[in-house]
């Protein structure tokens, strides 16, 4: 998972390149500022002439530890590199040099932090760019069978919640992750240089700050998960609860969506305090053994300079702040770690959404197809969403330029069975023929292009009605759209507007009414000129008055098209080629309108029941 979400990082390896060198060499002058010390403590605690003093101290002291001749001459060699810059016959001209020595140092590490922080910080937001937008990508890609059993407070969590923790745990990652380590290093070089022997007896100490980290990390993971999944739950609960307001306020249930959200909220907020205990926990373990290691070392390393003197006061100064300088970074990196477990935990739930394979796809060297020559035919076709047959054993054939309708009791299978037309659903069992080919070789996207969908709960955006009108055709013209409204009965309603067709209607439509929306989307079809068009009981929900414009707009939409209605009202299909009647799943009826009425059937008691 951790490699995974670092393979993002691929375009970006140039600019990550420049903060990996920024860092270095932050890394590397913070080692020197720290250096720096031995010659600034020799030149104002040490009595004697400047020049001999600051040459003994940290240049050439004597061994620190006995037969550490190695590290004693790697000491006295940087120490007369650094004192070849800095030492001059005078005190007072040598520390102008330190003063000037400690300007640049501290400007170059300062330069090499803020260009390491914007490069990475690019390189963050465009990987959590990059995430969010092919998390979108798979969900925009998915089935509607995924978005019949998710959530949709659960993907937006993903969308939001969960790339806003990857992007943190990234942060970690590219901005700390290389620099603590780092200067971790170089400090430890120092401390290496100037005593091995209590560098190991810190060493020692820190393995145990490692272990506890690994544990806390582990835990975090585990109770990360856990809060984001609560997370999930309060935005659906926030999404179901605003989306459904009209209901809410209808039914008085106030109070009972409050209790609903508190409750959401309250579990949360008890799994976000245990993400917290072991979150927090990481800095203070992490210092307090850090301080345990720096106390043994000052208790063992102190009587070495006051009782045999084995160490320089000067060297043994160098040594604390280098070792009291490995704390900040020590204590960081236990943090990122934490940072990073939940980032996993994260990861694992958007790359569960990415990974997932859509049911509906196309296959290789799928057919493009831009009308329909013949006819349409499902030949034994059967459909369950799992738990369940919805459809079994249909077989029916829709010619070029028929009305087909089809009726039947609510749960019956209308709107599944028109669903599988274009290819929203797969059949469980046969095949649907389009022209005689199985829809499964055709190429989706020219399959789709050939349908227009109306259906009863109207989808428009909170956008303008041109818009709205002209979705999926970026390249349309005005003429174009102002045609489409006029023969779906819009256009005089919508010039009534102050803005016309520049009119911003909310979200979902909110500022027009049930008749105007319906309207809205035929227009929406009429303008895709599509050669198949199906009607899921579009006119259901509305009044007379706007029933019957909205009908006048279906019959203007319908002509020289093949069509498929699914409707409840039995007056509206009088007219229709053929009638299919279903009921529980399977086809129990054909005919026309005057045959299914003169035979005793479902058709004839549903229509009684209307109209009696």
């Not at 998972?1 to 860092?23: D, E, N, Q, W």
């Not at 000491?75 to 102008?96: A, D, F, P, Q, R």
């Not at 499902?378 to 919805?390: L, M, P, Q, R, W």
């Amino acid at each position: 998972m951790f490699f995974r979400l670092l393979s993002y990082l691929k375009p970006y390896v140039p600019k990550l390149s420049i903060a990996v060198v920024a860092i270095i060499v932050y890394a590397l002058f913070s080692s020197v500022s720290i250096w720096m010390i031995g010659p600034l403590f020799n030149l104002i605690f040490y009595p004697q002439d400047a020049v001999e003093q600051v040459v003994v101290s940290p240049i050439d002291a004597l061994p620190l530890e006995s037969g550490s001749d190695y590290t004693s001459d790697l000491k006295s060699k940087m120490s007369n590199y650094v004192n070849s810059y800095i030492v001059t016959e005078t005190k007072l001209g040598t520390l102008y040099r330190i003063c000037i020595g400690i300007l640049i140092v501290f400007f170059i590490k300062n330069m090499a932090y803020y260009l390491n922080l914007f490069m990475t910080s690019l390189i963050e937001q465009s990987v959590v760019r990059d995430i969010r937008i092919e998390l979108f990508e798979s969900i925009a890609n998915l089935s509607l069978d995924y978005f019949s059993k998710s959530r949709v407070g659960t993907l937006i969590s993903r969308l939001t919640n969960d790339v806003e923790v990857v992007n943190v745990a990234i942060a970690a990652t590219f901005l700390n992750l290389i620099k603590d380590p780092l200067l971790l290093f170089f400090y430890l070089f120092i401390a290496l240089v100037i005593s091995w022997k209590l560098t190991i007896i810190s060493l020692f100490v820190s393995l145990s700050t490692v272990f506890a980290l690994y544990r806390i990390g582990k835990l975090l993971r585990k109770q990360s998960i856990r809060s984001q999944e609560k997370m999930a739950g309060i935005i659906s609960a926030i999404q179901e609860t605003i989306s459904g307001m009209r209901v809410v306020k209808a039914f008085a249930t106030e109070e009972y969506e409050t209790d609903k959200f508190r409750k959401e909220s309250t579990e949360y907020h008890g799994s976000m305090r245990r993400v917290l205990v072991f979150r927090k926990l990481s800095t203070p373990i992490s210092e307090m053994l850090g301080i345990l290691a720096i106390t043994i070392v000052l208790w063992y390393g102190g009587k070495k300079v006051i009782i045999d003197e084995s160490i320089q006061p000067n060297d043994f100064i160098v040594y604390l702040f280098a070792l009291f300088s490995m704390m900040q970074p020590l204590k960081a990196i236990g943090g990122h770690y934490t940072r990073i477990q939940e980032g996993l935990a994260a990861g694992e739930r958007i790359f569960d959404v990415i990974d997932t394979v859509p049911m509906i796809i196309n296959k290789e060297n799928a057919i493009a197809v831009d009308k329909l020559h013949e006819s349409i035919e499902f030949k034994d076709v059967s459909f369950d969403y799992g738990e369940g047959t919805i459809l079994e054993n249909i077989n029916f054939s829709i010619n070029l330029g028929d009305v087909i309708a089809l009726v039947g009791p609510s749960g019956s299978g209308k709107s599944t069975l028109a669903s599988l037309i274009p290819r929203f659903y797969d059949p469980s069992k046969g095949e649907i023929l389009l022209d005689g080919k199985n829809l499964k070789e055709l190429d989706l996207k020219s399959l789709r292009r050939l349908t227009g969908y109306v259906t009863q709960e109207v989808i428009l955006f909170n956008n303008t009605i041109r818009s709205n009108i002209a979705y999926g055709r970026p390249d349309v013209v005005d003429e174009e759209i102002i045609n489409s409204a006029k023969m779906a009965n819009a256009h005089d309603f919508i010039i009534e507007f102050p803005n016309g067709y520049d009119t911003e209607i909310g979200d979902r439509g909110t500022r027009l009414s049930g008749g105007q929306q319906q309207r809205i989307s035929i227009a929406r079809a009429i303008l895709n000129n599509p050669p198949i068009l199906i009607f899921d009981e579009a006119t259901s929900s509305l009044d007379a008055d706007s029933e019957n414009k909205v009908q006048e707009a279906i019959e203007q939409l319908m002509k020289n098209r093949t069509v498929i209605v699914i409707a409840h009202r039995l007056s509206t299909i009088k007219n229709a080629d053929k009638i299919i009647v279903l009921d529980k799943g399977l086809i129990v009826q054909t005919g026309t309108h005057e045959e299914l009425l003169s035979e005793e059937g479902l058709f004839s008691k549903l229509y009684n029941i209307q109209f009696k």
